[in-house]
């Protein structure tokens, strides 16, 4: 997606002097000020003005783990997001559209969960459109840090599937109920495991 390593870009993007944050048109709760986004709301993303923008400044910043940083780096710009907000940040479930900077199209939905504006908990990055919607990716998130993650093609998935039935819910509802006519079929089944399980990761 980057041409230089996506270290590099993270380091010129946090030592540029003229970093921006997205601009936006907020809609929903706010505290007393009326300006402060508090309890659900929904965010729409102004892009007019900014064009060339590669970046996503407060999804960067929602973590300290380069990991983190780098993941939603590559999952793009927010096109729209529905949340919950405390003081102004993340708090609770949370819906974004992800738009890829290069060609402006929304390609994905992500689905996180925020912990004082850090992700915390299962997060599911699901394709919306015929060439990716196969792909959905489960990640979790302990404390902004990426401990587990696996495709839903996988043929792993099954042993992972238990553990988020037990804590999700509503990610396992997606990955597992309509979407099983895509993913039993062997044509759509990678043999190999591509999971990933940090010595951490303990539900």
Same mark, same amino acid.
């Given at each position: 997606?980057?041409? @230089?390593? =996506?270290? &590099?870009?993270?380091? %010129?993007? $946090? !030592?540029? +002097?003229?970093?921006?944050?997205?601009?936006?048109?907020?809609?929903?709760?706010?505290?007393?000020?009326?300006?402060?986004?508090?309890?659900?709301?929904?965010?729409?993303?102004?892009?007019?003005?900014?064009?060339?923008?590669?970046? @996503?400044? =407060?999804? &960067?910043?929602?973590? %300290?783990? $380069? !990991?983190? +940083?780098?993941?939603?780096?590559?999952?793009?710009?927010?096109?729209?997001?529905?949340?919950?907000?405390?003081?102004?940040?993340?708090?609770?479930?949370?819906?974004?559209?992800?738009?890829?900077?290069?060609?402006?199209?929304?390609?994905?939905?992500?689905?996180?969960?925020?912990?004082?504006?850090?992700?915390?908990?299962?997060?599911?990055?699901?394709?919306?459109?015929?060439?990716?919607?196969?792909?959905?990716?489960?990640?979790?998130?302990?404390?902004?840090?990426?401990?587990?993650?696996?495709?839903?093609?996988?043929?792993?998935?099954?042993?992972?599937?238990?553990?988020?039935?037990?804590?999700?819910?509503?990610?396992?509802?997606?990955?597992?109920?309509?979407?099983?006519?895509?993913?039993?079929?062997?044509?759509?089944?990678?043999?190999?495991?591509?999971?990933?399980?940090?010595?951490?990761?303990?539900?």
């Amino acid at each position: 997606m980057f041409k @230089d390593d =996506e270290k &590099i870009v993270i380091k %010129r993007i $946090l !030592d540029d +002097k003229d970093k921006q944050f997205l601009d936006f048109t907020y809609t929903g709760d706010t505290k007393k000020d009326n300006k402060t986004p508090h309890g659900r709301g929904n965010k729409k993303f102004n892009f007019e003005y900014k064009s060339g923008i590669y970046y @996503d400044l =407060e999804n &960067i910043n929602c973590s %300290r783990h $380069l !990991d983190t +940083k780098i993941y939603f780096l590559n999952l793009g710009l927010r096109e729209y997001e529905s949340a919950e907000y405390k003081n102004g940040v993340r708090n609770g479930t949370t819906l974004m559209h992800m738009m890829e900077y290069r060609t402006s199209e929304v390609k994905n939905t992500f689905y996180c969960s925020f912990k004082n504006g850090i992700p915390h908990g299962y997060a599911l990055n699901q394709g919306i459109f015929d060439d990716n919607f196969k792909e959905h990716l489960v990640l979790y998130f302990e404390r902004g840090k990426i401990l587990h993650h696996f495709w839903n093609t996988d043929k792993s998935r099954v042993k992972h599937l238990k553990t988020l039935k037990k804590n999700d819910e509503y990610i396992y509802n997606i990955v597992s109920g309509p979407l099983d006519v895509f993913f039993t079929e062997e044509t759509y089944l990678y043999p190999q495991d591509r999971s990933f399980i940090h010595k951490n990761f303990k539900l």
